[in-house]
C-alpha cells in the first residue's frame, strides 16, 4: 500500500478499498504518511467522500491505531456522544444514571471547541476533580462507580489527533466522513457495547441545518454500526440553551439541580431520558425504549443518580461529600448582572452560538490553545423561547470576572435574545431517531 496511489484513487472519485482506507487510518499514526499526504488525502476526501465500506474500514484503522479497551464486567459497557452544544452537560447526568441502571461507563470526553461547551472543563470546576487517567485507574473506577468521565490519553486514536491537527489548517473539517471517523474512532477505542448519539441541530449547533444533522445522523449510525458496536442517534433541539446555564461552574450547578430538585432543568431532563431510554432498549437492559426512558427517570427522581455522580466525583479526586457540599465548593464570579430586555413580548428567538460565543469572551472558554479557563464565569437563569417578559423580567444573569466583561457581556446578551408581539410556534425538543 503507498499513500500516492490511495489519494489519486480518491481524487478521481474511484472506490476505495476497505483494506486501503483501514492501512491510511493506521498509517497515519507509524508516519507512514506525510503531512502532504495527509491533507492532501483530506482535501480530496472532503471533495469525493470515501463511499460507506472505506469510510467504516478508515475509522477502524484509525481507532486500532491505539490502545483499544477491553471489559470484563458485569454488564453491558456504554456511552454517549454529542456533536456539541450551548448549556449542554447531559452527560453528566446521564453517565451516572445509567450506571444505576446496570451498565458500566467510561466516557472519554472533550474540552470545548469553538463556542459549544467541554465536559472535561465542566468537571473541573470541581475542586480536586481530575480527568487525566491511565487504563488500569479507569478500569477501577469504572468497575467500583459503574461510570467514570474522563479524557483521551496520547494512546487513545493517536492517528485522530493527527489528523484533525491538519484538516484545521487546510480547511477539511467540515466532511462527514472525517468527522464520522475522528468521532467514531476515539468513542470505539472504548471498547464499547453500545452507544447513543445526541446530534443537534439549530442556532447553537456545528449542524444549524436538519438536513446536515439527519446526514451526519445516519453517517454515525452506520459507521458505528458496521464496525460492531450498536447505535442509535437521537436529532436535539439545539436553537438555544438545553439547560438553564452556560459556563462551567454554573452548568454543574444546574446538573446537581436536575439531580436532585424536583421538576428541575426539565429540558435538560427529557433528552437525557430519552437519550438513555435508547441506549438502555438497544443494550437489552430495557425491553423497549420507552421502559428504558422510565428506568433513566427513575434512577434521576430517586437520587440514585446523584448518588452516583457524588462517588464519581470522589474517586476522580474531588470532595468526598460533594452530594452535599456542592453549593459551598464550586468557584463563584465576582460581578454577577441581571439581564433585561428593553421591551416586553415572547422571546421569539435566539442566536444560541452568539450566547456561548458570550460565555467564551468571559473567560469559559479557549480563544487559543493554551487558555486557561474561569470556572466561574458563564450565564446562568437563561430564559426560554416562548416566555412572556416585560423591561424588569430577567432573561439571564451574567457571571463576570469584572465589571467591564460584565457590561459588554450583558450588551451581547441582549443582542441574542429576540422578542416579538406574538408567541412563536413551539419547536419539538427531539426531532427524529436514527434508524427510526
Known amino acids: ?124 470546576a470541581i475542586p480536586g476533580y481530575v480527568c487525566e487517567m491511565g487504563p488500569a485507574r479507569l478500569e477501577h473506577v469504572v ?6 468521565i474522563v479524557g483521551a490519553t496520547g494512546r487513545v486514536a493517536p492517528s485522530d489527533k493527527r489528523l484533525y491537527a491538519i484538516r484545521d489548517v487546510t480547511s477539511t473539517v467540515e466532511s462527514i466522513d472525517l468527522i464520522t471517523a475522528s468521532i467514531l474512532s476515539k468513542k470505539l477505542a472504548a471498547g464499547l457495547g453500545g452507544l447513543v448519539l445526541d446530534v443537534k441541530t439549530g442556532s447553537g449547533a456545528f449542524m444549524d441545518k436538519i438536513e446536515d444533522a439527519t446526514a451526519l445522523a445516519e453517517a454515525l449510525v452506520s459507521v458505528a454500526n458496521g464496525a460492531g458496536c450498536a447505535t442509535s442517534a437521537l436529532i436535539t433541539d439545539m436553537s438555544q440553551p438545553l439547560a438553564s446555564a452556560a459556563g462551567n461552574a454554573v452548568e ?44 433513566i427517570s427513575d434512577a434521576i427522581l430517586s437520587g440514585r443518580a446523584a448518588e452516583n455522580f457524588a462517588k464519581m466525583v470522589s474517586a476522580m479526586g474531588g470532595p468526598v461529600d460533594f452530594a452535599e457540599s456542592w453549593s459551598h465548593v464550586l468557584p463563584e464570579a465576582n460581578v454577577l448582572r441581571e439581564v433585561t430586555l428593553p421591551k416586553a413580548g415572547f422571546i421569539a428567538a435566539m ?14 472558554g479557549r480563544l487559543r490553545d493554551g487558555d486557561k479557563i474561569d470556572p466561574a464565569v458563564g450565564l446562568s ?42 408567541a412563536p410556534e413551539a419547536r419539538p425538543l427531539i426531532h427524529a431517531r436514527v434508524p427510526a
Open 1 to 124: 500500500m503507498d499513500a500516492r496511489t490511495l489519494i489519486a484513487k480518491v481524487r478521481a472519485g474511484s472506490p476505495v478499498l476497505p483494506e486501503e482506507a483501514r492501512w491510511f487510518g493506521d498509517a497515519l499514526n507509524t508516519r507512514a504518511v506525510t503531512d502532504a499526504q495527509a491533507g492532501a488525502f483530506a482535501m480530496a476526501v472532503c471533495l469525493n467522500g470515501l463511499g460507506k465500506k472505506a469510510r467504516v474500514a478508515l475509522t477502524e484503522g484509525m481507532r486500532d491505531s491505539g490502545d483499544v479497551l477491553s471489559w470484563d464486567l458485569s454488564g453491558p459497557v456504554l456511552d454517549k456522544h454529542s456533536t456539541g452544544g450551548v448549556g449542554d452537560p447531559v452527560s453528566l447526568l446521564l453517565a451516572p444514571a445509567l450506571a444505576a441502571c446496570g451498565a458500566f461507563v467510561p466516557m472519554i470526553s472533550g474540552r470545548g471547541l469553538g463556542h459549544t461547551g467541554g465536559t472535561l472543563d465542566k468537571l473541573e
Open 143 to 148: 468497575r467500583d462507580v459503574g461510570c467514570a
Open 252 to 295: 454543574i450547578r444546574a446538573v446537581m439541580a436536575a439531580l436532585t430538585v424536583p421538576n428541575a432543568e426539565r429540558r435538560l431532563r427529557e433528552v437525557t431520558v430519552a437519550l438513555g431510554g435508547v441506549l438502555l432498549a438497544d443494550a437489552g437492559l430495557a425491553k423497549d425504549v420507552e421502559a428504558g426512558a422510565e428506568m
Open 351 to 364: 442566536d444560541t452560538r452568539a450566547l456561548g460565543e458570550i460565555v467564551v469572551q468571559l473567560g469559559g
Open 381 to 422: 437563569g437563561i430564559a426560554r423561547i416562548g416566555d412572556k417578559v416585560t423591561p424588569k423580567t430577567p432573561v439571564a444573569m451574567v457571571h463576570a470576572s469584572d465589571e467591564q466583561k460584565a457590561e459588554r457581556a450583558v450588551r451581547a446578551v441582549r443582542k441574542a435574545i429576540k422578542v416579538a408581539q406574538d
